[in-house]
């Protein structure tokens, strides 16, 4: 299978599958426990209709929308995701350059693996930096001031990370960061060229955002359940957020919050956005899909701060779908993490390329002249 073959986000997944070795393809793809809210993150968009307008002479419909204080020239952007370069050695840079050639976020993890002052110095399209509160208080100060003097135009502090998730994909392939060499990985990496022969020639990476913080070896240096589980704070509380919304002062988004109850928090302790979002499916497996909690956390707080649904996005029509219900935009990591995985940046651009595509078209046959007239006319519930 080629890049050209590649013409939706299945397509790229079994690029990436094709390319990957297996416990870092089940990295990316699996999440926890049987993988039950993985999978409905993804059929949930499947659970309401779109009602079409038709004759409405909609030639050009615009695609801008304006989330966390930038104007973005499509509704849907990069989440930000852990160890890009593992997957592929251009990793984070070839990500920031795609969504910069389309106009949108691009979001780097804490444990992303590419500087923030990198990023800050080379991309110029807005930029999020996802932040993990740390048991090390001066960690999480540094972290947000580095993240302010190289540009970044948000912060979203991940909150569905009390505790590491049972990714039993994870144990089963033996994955490991760094990776431990064993018969079978061997044998995965001699069937794999295309990965190992890049792994292999380009420079090795580490976790540059928490350097000096983590013991760092030639490769990532730990693995991220215990990243999880040792160093970020389990005890965070509503209270310590909103220390963190004032001491960054700008555009804040709480990512990974499911309840309309939790948004209203957020909203009233000086948040600008939410994202509503479970992390892929890899935390709290049983948890609902973000776009079924979607339209009550609309109707609690879409009149005061910006609403982003995050997760199981994979075609055009399931941003359509969740803008008319009321989210201001969409996002999502495996979306544009197979085709990083499969191609580099020129998988990540055709992956973009193929969904702008599909929500222009999309767009057009249901008579909109632009996302924000998307609204619950719209759908019908199944
Ligand atoms: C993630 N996600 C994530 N979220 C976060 O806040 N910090 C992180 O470091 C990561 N890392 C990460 C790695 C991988 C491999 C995946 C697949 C996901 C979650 C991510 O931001 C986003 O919420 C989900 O990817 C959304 O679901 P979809 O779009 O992958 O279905």
């Not at 966390?68 to 050695?89: E, N, V």
């Not at 890899?282 to 995050?310: H, M, N, T, W």
């Amino acid at each position: 299978m080629r890049l050209k073959d590649c013409h939706n986000i299945a397509d790229f997944r079994r690029l990436a599958q094709q390319r990957l070795p297996k416990p870092i393809f089940d990295y990316i793809d699996g999440g926890a426990d049987d993988e039950l809210t993985l999978r409905r993150n993804v059929e949930a968009y499947d659970g309401c209709d779109l009602v079409p307008n038709v004759l409405s002479g909609v030639a050009q419909p615009d695609l801008s929308t304006t989330v966390l204080g930038r104007k973005i020239a499509m509704p849907l952007f990069c989440s930000p995701t852990a160890m890009q370069r593992l997957f592929h050695w251009q990793g984070e840079r070839a990500v920031s350059k795609a969504a910069e050639k389309f106009g949108t976020y691009f979001g780097i993890s804490t444990i992303g693996t590419v500087s923030l002052e990198e990023i800050g110095e080379t991309v110029s399209t807005p930029k999020l930096f996802q932040f993990y509160v740390h048991k090390d208080p001066g960690l999480n100060r540094a972290l947000l001031a580095r993240a302010k003097e190289a540009g970044f135009d948000a912060v979203a502090v991940t909150v569905d990370t009390a505790a590491g998730g049972n990714r039993e994909r994870d144990l089963r392939s033996g994955f490991t960061t760094p990776l431990q060499m064993s018969p079978s990985l061997a044998w995965q990496f001699a069937t794999h060229p295309y990965w190992t022969a890049s792994y292999l020639t380009h420079e090795k990476f580490d976790l540059p955002n928490l350097s000096g913080h983590i013991a760092q070896g030639s490769d990532v240096a730990m693995n991220v359940q215990d990243y999880i589980n040792n160093m970020l704070d389990d005890a965070m509380d509503w209270k310590a957020a909103e220390q963190i919304a004032k001491d960054w002062g700008g555009e804040f988004a709480i990512k990974g919050l499911m309840s309309a109850e939790d948004a209203k928090r957020a909203a009233d302790i000086g948040s600008t956005a939410v994202i509503v979002s479970n992390h892929g499916g890899r935390q709290l497996d049983g948890s609902r899909a973000p776009f079924d909690q979607l339209a009550e956390i609309c109707d609690a707080v879409a009149d005061r701060i910006d609403v982003i649904c995050d997760g199981g996005i994979r075609r055009g029509s399931h941003v359509l779908k969740a803008l008319s219900v009321g989210a201001k935009a969409c996002s999502g990591g495996r979306l544009y993490l197979y085709a990083l995985a499969g191609a580099g940046q020129a998988g990540v651009e055709r992956a973009l390329g193929r969904l702008r595509d599909e929500i222009a078209r999309d767009m057009k046959l249901m008579g909109m002249a632009s996302v924000d007239d998307l609204s619950r006319a719209n759908i019908r519930w199944r």
